[in-house]
């Protein structure tokens, strides 16, 4: 929708890859609404995972017992977090809508993605206590998860031997993006294509170009238990 | 139990936190009980989590296009996959039992310890396929994740806020280690130590030790969805 702002959170260290592509076809897409499309490629960034002192620049509120979650709170109200945080922070705050796109590691997101969940949306930034889930600071922005899986959509099946997809959902959406107050739109899973057609992949690709056209109707999901866990 | 081997992975900045007091008691008991003890101390190693080119030594299979699963797998076969790999490799393959000590950060792993997951546990090691759940490659170890959380037992309860505690540990616990064969151990959660009074701290430093002692007895747990999400 034009005059929309979206930010692509993308994890994935091949550009020509099915994740490459499908950002590829989001950023044309979303384009071509007229949207302002912000990127972070977070391999080609070297985006730092790790929550550590460096976080912080000058002096520590608390120089003899390091507790991440305090100092960047306190580094967050001071305005002294390193930049490559505030750098995100500024961009999710531009943000209407933030599309996550990553292959799943491990039933999750790979840790260079983790490591911008674990850094950028801190206390005081993101949520506050209190002020967590339907009253976290980031509730007037729209989140979405889109997922590549190795595993088929048989194997994530409610019978199948990886369990309901919605299953390992739970922590990223409700856990993490719900809890910062985010509306949560459904996910955009595509299912195994490393072992799918190249008709099969085309497809994938493309009916997420075509759910990008109508993305602004979307409603969010009820980001409750129910939607995860109920039958 | 004496001649056992465990491996503590261990992910938290602060030596004398509460996460470090776990991390001791438990070097203390099961040296006690004449167990053969190795760290990782994440942070105090600067561990790696990005999983990236250089997690291959030389050539790679494909140099046109990078799939990371598919390197990490040919360069396990070819043993040249980076040294703080292998080395990881080796710390796992030694071990009976591995204990991961960590805060939870967004209902999961820090994301050093996500990028140990992601790295150290790659096809050829951990798992084929197929080789995977019931006969994932380390189906002969016991795992245990000893959590601290920022959220109190009631908000983690099945009514509360942040639902059940189990719905958070089912990637960690079915998607990650089980999917390697692991037998996981009930996992050992130590809510809000932070808002904890110092005798209640103690109390739960204490209750992980004395848990320690017949840790050798204890059955694994069914690392079914019933056991996650049953009701």
Redo the contacts between chains.
């Keep these: 929708m034009a005059g929309k702002k979206v930010l692509i959170v993308y994890a994935h ?2 550009p ?2 099915f994740n490459g592509s499908l950002k590829k076809v989001a950023v044309e897409e979303l384009s071509k609404q007229g949207c302002t499309i912000t990127i972070s490629d977070l ?1 080609a960034m ?2 730092e ?5 460096k976080d912080v620049i000058g002096a520590l509120s608390n120089p003899q ?5 305090v100092e960047a709170y306190e580094a967050f109200k001071k305005r002294s977090l390193a930049s490559d945080i505030t750098d995100e922070q500024k961009k999710v705050q531009e943000a209407d809508l933030v599309i996550f796109q990553f292959p799943l ?8 993605l ?2 911008w ?3 950028v ?1 801190c206390q005081g930034f993101a949520f506050d206590i209190p002020g967590f ?1 339907d009253s976290g600071f980031l509730k007037n922005k729209l989140a979405l998860l889109s997922v590549t899986t ?1 595993g088929t959509a048989e194997m994530y099946g409610k019978t199948g ?4 997809f919605r ?2 959902l ?3 959406q ?3 993006l719900h ?1 910062c107050g985010f509306k949560v739109l459904a996910p955009q899973i595509s299912f195994a294509p ?1 072992i799918a057609s190249e008709e099969e992949r085309k497809a994938m690709v493309a009916s997420w170009a075509q759910r990008l056209k109508t993305i602004w109707e979307e409603e969010p999901i009820d980001c409750t ?1 129910a939607w ?2 109920g039958q």
Tied chains: 1, 2.
Excluded: C
């Design positions: 260290q091949e020509r890859s391999y070297d985006f995972p790790r929550a550590t002192r017992f390091f507790n991440y979650g590691y491990w039933f999750s997101v790979p840790a260079i983790k490591g969940m674990d850094r949306l889930y190795g031997v990886s369990g309901d299953y390992f739970w922590p990223l409700h856990g993490a809890f490393e238990p995860y866990f």
